[in-house]
């Protein structure tokens, strides 16, 4: 198990330097980290990045115990949220109690279906030694780096939108235009809530029938939206034919809208 955690230290030792080099959003969606300050950013990922490396620890744990995970993944992310939220206010310098909003409970949720398969997956390499081989470390990094950016971005919804730490001086000091702030995040958050709603299907749909990915991922550029294709996420290891006809349906339809 020491052998293990070192393997794992050594990992997010590397995705930490990644994201301390650039995190500009250079994805086609908008961010709520694009409102706050560069500093603040950092914060937020490399505590992020801190919890989650402490949380994939005791889960492998339990994995190599012979614990299934299934049932704790999702209650995990939930607890993710909440210990990097109070980890992040702490810092912060505010004293407002620890409690995830309501009004967020949709975007966690959302991650939970999206990131269920990537932790699954982390953790299979993680209990079977093979988190550091070459290929492995490169797909394992990118699914984590996918989920830290997700959870990243929930905490600016979950800490910048607390009517109490509005009130507070460090709203000032964290947000770039904070004049502006409240009113382009309740923009954002219900651009963001109607795009979810709208591409569920669509982006399902496409996952399913190419077995492809979606990943966020931090590059030396910033931080790029990818697809990834790896037999290691497949749901189902033979197309139909359907699949293959949805599969080219949809590929029109991405380059009706991004002529490409």
Wanted: glycine share 2%; proline share 2%.
């Amino acid at each position: 198990m020491s052998d293990l955690k070192q393997k794992l230290n050594l990992l997010f030792y590397k995705i930490s330097l990644k994201f301390y080099s650039n995190t500009k959003n250079l994805t086609r969606t908008p961010m709520p980290l694009d409102l706050i300050r560069e500093e603040v950013q950092l914060l937020i990922f490399i505590t992020v990045t801190l919890e989650l490396k402490l949380i994939l620890t005791k889960l492998t744990a339990f994995s190599l115990m012979g614990v299934s995970p299934n049932l704790l993944i999702d209650n995990s992310i939930k607890f993710l949220a909440l210990s990097s939220k109070e980890k992040l206010l702490y810092s912060l310098g505010s004293t407002l109690k620890t409690k995830l909003e309501t009004s967020n409970i949709w975007m966690l949720k959302k991650i939970q279906i999206e990131e269920y398969t990537s932790v699954l997956t982390v953790l299979e390499f993680s209990s079977s030694s093979r988190i550091l081989e070459n290929n492995s470390s490169t797909l394992v990094i990118s699914l984590l780096e996918n989920i830290i950016i997700k959870i990243v971005n929930y905490m600016v919804y979950e800490i910048f939108c607390d009517k109490k730490f509005v009130k507070t001086i460090f709203f000032k000091l964290y947000t770039s235009d904070y004049l502006l702030f409240s009113y382009n995040l309740i923009n954002l958050k219900t651009y963001l809530y109607w795009k979810f709603y709208v591409e569920n299907i669509y982006v399902n749909i496409k996952r399913f029938s190419t077995d492809t990915y979606p990943l966020i991922i931090c590059t030396k550029y910033g931080l790029e939206a990818k697809r990834l294709y790896s037999k290691e996420l497949y749901i189902n290891f033979y197309t139909s034919n359907l699949q293959k006809l949805l599969s080219k349906s949809l590929d029109f339809i991405d380059y009706l809208r991004y002529k490409r």
